[in-house]
């Protein structure tokens, strides 16, 4: 109960809070982007969405996870007109039109068995996680698909102090400074893993609290128990901010953990701690201005999308609910921001597509970093 207190008293918080309800952004759908996909193309669950540096938008999609009537097209014999699998990895301008696709199995690397996170680093390298059944591995490749490096390997699990391979990674961020990849591992381990970007080293690691992490079994989440002192399976996502704090979803467990570089524990934010589904805390993005006082996040067990205090934690504003109507979601999965502060989203499960939601205002504009 002190928990469900603690974050009672948060939203108390912020008529004095950086980052208040009033200067919150707010968003409006864009029911027209994406484009129709060309060459009678669909896309299956769509598990992540990145912004490179140009504003192009990388979705990493599941084709394996297309029924035989969504895919009926490529089946031998075809048994209707459309449609057929896209591949794993498509980039769309800001317009949404098609402007890259590639992915998939391909010589002296493991491609996921599962398809998960997808992130584009400053020099332009496109990362790929995966959370299949034998997913151990980090993907790096150029824009055009060239691969670069694998960090890790794909076979059996192992546990959460094994570092020569991860445990169904969720998602990546970068310290361009340091040359490191951060990652949320994951699906099967419990910990933030972090290595070289160019050669693969192992640096350190961490679990909840900034503890070594384990493998204990947590039962199932109850939002009246004490805190639980480990990560639950996944941790799902890890953020870096140009202060150097990082955030990190500890999705099931309906809470964010910030730590610095070294691992050392800042704090907790609890998001709606009554969620007893599958977590509240899916995914997290950084709002591109000079102050940074935003977090966006998404939550694909109430489908919605909200901006967060990145002080407090506290909830500033919202938008989306479960449903299958352009703005609304079901399993909002992902989601990334663009340098003008649109937002794009992803859904898992049976939403399998991707929506772009247009900032309106101008909170951005005031304060957007170039």
């Known amino acids: 109960m002190k928990r469900l207190a603690a974050a009672t008293a948060l939203a108390c918080l912020l008529a004095g809070a950086p980052g208040r309800a009033a ?52 089946l031998d014999p075809p048994r209707t007109k459309c449609c057929k699998p896209a591949p794993p990895v498509l980039v769309f301008d800001q317009d949404g039109t098609l402007v890259r696709s590639w992915g998939g199995p391909g010589s002296g690397y493991d491609w996921p068995g599962n398809e998960h996170g997808i992130q584009v680093d400053e020099k332009g390298f496109v990362w ?56 949320a591992d994951g699906y099967y381990n419990h910990r933030i893993i972090v290595f070289d970007r160019d050669t693969g080293a192992f640096k350190r690691m961490w679990g909840a609290y900034g503890k070594p992490p384990t493998d204990e079994k947590l039962g199932p989440y109850d939002p009246a128990a004490a805190p639980r002192q480990q990560f639950a399976n996944p941790v799902h996502c890890v953020r870096i901010a140009r202060d150097g704090l990082v955030y ?108 772009k939601f247009l900032l309106t205002g101008d909170s951005v504009v005031r304060k957007r970093v170039p």
């Not at 193309?41 to 009537?69: E, H, K, Y």
């Not at 959460?160 to 998602?171: I, W």
């Not at 489908?303 to 938008?319: H, K, P």
């Open 23 to 74: 200067d919150a952004p707010r968003f409006a759908v864009d029911p027209a982007w994406p484009k129709p996909l060309p060459n009678d193309w669909i896309m299956g669950q769509a598990a992540g969405v990145a912004v490179d540096g140009q504003d192009n938008v990388w979705v990493i999609q599941r084709p394996r996870s297309l029924t035989d009537d969504e895919k009926a097209a490529s």
């Open 248 to 355: 990190v979803c500890d999705r099931t467990n309906d809470r964010i953990q910030v730590f610095r570089k070294d691992g050392t524990f800042v704090k907790e934010m609890f998001i709606e701690p009554k969620t007893r589904a599958n977590g509240s805390v899916w995914e997290l993005a950084l709002w591109p201005d000079a102050g940074g006082d935003f977090l966006l996040n998404a939550d694909g067990a109430n489908n919605e999308v909200r901006t967060l205090s990145r002080e407090t934690g506290a909830t500033l504003g919202a938008f989306g609910r479960n449903g299958r109507m352009a703005g609304q979601f079901h399993w909002v999965h992902n989601l990334a921001v663009d340098s003008k502060g649109n937002v794009f989203t992803t859904e898992v499960d049976t939403g399998k597509r991707a929506q």
């Open 128 to 183: 790929i996680a995966g959370n299949g059944d034998q997913d151990g591995q980090l993907l790096k490749f150029t824009p055009e698909g060239t691969f670069v490096l694998q960090i890790g390997k794909s076979g059996p699990q192992t546990d959460s102090t094994d570092t020569t391979r991860l445990g169904k990674p969720a998602n990546v961020d970068f310290d361009a400074a340091m040359n490191e990849v951060y990652v």
